[in-house]
């Protein structure tokens, strides 16, 4: 009787479980058609903690300002990112990095790869993406008319981040190989290879192919270095290779290659549907196109109305000074933040706010969902990028092991980046990137949504939550048009 009465009371202390008619399979198919809609329905009627059983598996979600703040920052020992992301990651990064070591390593990792991602190296950076996309824009047709922009500018970031990261050897190699070997890699990273990963698909064999090809195109590149004392790289590789654990060690040369392909995949996805939801929320407000024109009119010519064809190119200072685009930026990743939920899995039983979290439970957070708050932001379905101007919510800059430089908290509506030991080290190289791409754009083409030949309305993409990186949904088309 003792057993029982205890294991009632353990039970009653366990954050409320969302009911569902399917066995095993759950809230699953629910959760994953809408993730934060669905979310938002069982915010309003369960509150910020509730567990859904998602195939099988219970998965607690931890929503508003706190329970981002405590996912982000839920202790070491008790949780871990690995446990969730190992499976799916090992067989593309490759082995001896990222969620393949020891936590406290993949911190000194990610700090290596920090330090590659520093100012002198923005500075080299945007006339590398300047050109990269003044070429590519070359390629489009005079009156490019109707484009899938997701697939484009998925073409065009991979050649800026391999451009910019993986170092001057690779550059020549660029357009015939990397791109291809990208993409084959990429497809083992589908959530359906956490269903089949056992069977040898055509997509595992590309994906193993892909991945050999690359570790030993960087491996050589790196031992030419290394022979031919090759050391004045301001590059990635050349940062990795210089780099020193604490214990005085060097990284391997498999880790090398490994981490720089884990680094290159960490930005694509996450940069190229940046650009396109900018780009879509632009094809909906002239207004805001023509506030961002003006002020790189304002900060490369001191004038507000220079005409865009002779607007100068700019460099990484100037580009900082576009400070509205900062804000069109942060508005489209509070609307679409790539990466809608984060997960952990409970190796040690937490407590949160009174309710018994068990070991093996999976928990997660869901910045998208408190990035939409109508107490936090008003309207929270407008993008209305000025919300951003005088605003630097976020959690500060990621250090090592995770704590806060800035001494900010996680606790905020607003973290697209995360947050505490797992937070993004990419921030500002996204920002870099993405807002040279984004202001060539405006100043060569206007941008319209098609119109649907059904309904007669323009059509604006839903979002598809199927892959791991929130997209627009196919055909994700904009109407391109040269300014006149
Ligand atoms: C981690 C978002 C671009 C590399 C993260 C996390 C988020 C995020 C939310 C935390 C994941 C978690 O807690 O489980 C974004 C967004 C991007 C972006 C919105 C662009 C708009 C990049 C770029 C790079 C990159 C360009 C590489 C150059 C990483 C790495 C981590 C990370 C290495 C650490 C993962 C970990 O510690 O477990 N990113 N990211 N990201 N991101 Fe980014």
Redesign the pocket.
Known sequence: AAMRSSKKAKNANEPPVVPYSLPIIGSALEYGKDPVNFLLANQAKYGECFTLILGGQKATFFLGPDGNHFL?NVPLANAS?EGV?RTLTVPVFGAEV??DVENAV?MEQ?KF?KDA?NTTAFRSYVPMIWEETVNFLKEWKENPGTLNIFEEMSELTIRT?ARC?LGKEVRSQLHSNVAKLYHDLDAGLAPINLVFRWLPLPAYINRDRAHKIMTDLFTRILRERRANNDTNNQDLMQTLMNSRYRDGSVMSENAIAHLMI??LM??QH??ST?VSWILFELSRRPDVVAQLLEEQSKVLTGKPDTPVDQLPAFDYEQLREFAFLDCVMKET?RLH???HT??RKVTKPLNYKGFHIAEGTLICGAASVSQVDPARFPNPTKFEPSRFINNDEGAGEWTIGGVDIAQKSARSHF????AG???????A??YT??KTIVSIILRKYSVKLPISPKTGEPVFPKPDYTSLIVLPQKPAELVVTPRA
């Open positions: 982000f990112a992301y990222v969620y993949f990610k790869v991602l981040a990261l884990a680094t960490g930005g996450t940069s940046t990743l933040p790539p990466i984060v997960m973290l697209p980046f995360g030991r797992h937070r993004c080290i990419g921030e190289f996204a990137q993405i």
